[in-house]
Nanobody, 123 residues
Framework: QVQLVESGGGLVQPGGSLRLSCAASGSIFSINYMGWYRQAPGKERELVADITSGGSYNITNYADSVKGRFIISRDNALNTVYLQMNSLKPEDTAVYYC??????????????WGKGTLVTVSS
């Protein structure tokens, strides 16, 4: 069907930057929605940022905790979404997951998740 593969996580010092990537592959007709979520130890998964596409426009949305620091973008030709994370804080430490709502050629519309990539912000 559809696979999402995240990359770009790692260990970074407070104030540093990382860029996450999530590439979608498979039986894709179109991707209407892509987003980044995160789950810290002992906490529920939460939305970080998402991007909704329709024709010639993209609408982005950010959690208050990351506004002004993170930027979400998308390359439609590559079916890839990025998350540029700047001014990272220890509280940004979490496993980051990619989510996509995909219209496939054979299975209609479905929601898909990646397996996650770990981001650790620590000195």
């Amino acid at each position: 069907q559809v696979q999402l593969v995240e990359s770009g996580g790692g260990l970074v010092q407070p104030g540093g930057s990382l860029r996450l990537s999530c590439a979608a592959s498979g039986s894709i007709f179109s991707i209407n929605y892509m987003g980044w979520y995160r789950q810290a130890p002992g906490k529920e998964r939460e939305l970080v940022a998402d991007i909704t596409s329709g024709g010639s426009y993209n609408i982005t949305n950010y959690a208050d905790s990351v506004k002004g620091r993170f930027i979400i973008s998308r390359d439609n030709a590559l079916n890839t979404v990025y998350l540029q994370m700047n001014s990272l804080k220890p509280e940004d430490t979490a496993v980051y997951y990619c989510k996509a709502v995909v219209r496939t050629w054979t299975y209609g519309v479905g929601e898909y998740w990646g397996k996650g990539t770990l981001v650790t912000v620590s000195s």
